[in-house]
């Protein structure tokens, strides 16, 4: 249940967040409002690492495979283009179809066994779901 709440409180703040990102861009530009909150998510996280364990950030050079790493990196593309799609399309339509990438996207790598993650079997009904998302994004259109 806790994941449940914790996956609900997460999607809220994506869609917050993305609000505010649009309406910062309209203001600055693209990247200059990508860099702030890349910079922002980067000093709330040093607070957040000082004042609880204080790992050490060494370990980051003994990450294997290296690939993953590069979080950050998409992190920075995934501001930008929730900043394009939220200015175009507007919060709601942008975060459905953010949505249904997420899950159709997460099922592949569940399904091919991508990036370490274990590896699924293929069901019918969770393709169904995702034809079922799609036909919902169409009728929300």
Request: overall charge positive; proline content about 1%.
């Amino acid at each position: 249940m806790t994941g449940f709440i914790i996956a609900l409180i997460s999607g809220a703040l994506m869609s917050i967040q993305g609000v505010l990102n649009t309406g910062v861009t309209k203001q600055t530009s693209m990247w200059v409002s990508t860099g702030w909150v890349q910079l922002t998510a980067f000093l709330t996280c040093l607070v957040l690492w000082y004042f609880s364990g204080r790992e050490n950030v060494a370990d980051l050079l003994n990450v294997h495979p290296k690939y993953m790493l590069v979080g950050g990196i998409i992190g920075a593309f995934i501001t930008y283009t929730v900043v394009r799609s939220m200015s175009t399309l507007g919060p709601a339509k942008a975060a459905l179809v953010i949505v249904v990438s997420q899950i159709i996207v997460a099922y592949g790598v569940e399904l091919f066994g991508l990036f370490g993650v274990e590896k699924v079997g293929f069901e019918w009904k969770k393709l169904i779901g995702a034809v079922v998302a799609i036909i919902g994004i169409m009728i929300f259109n």
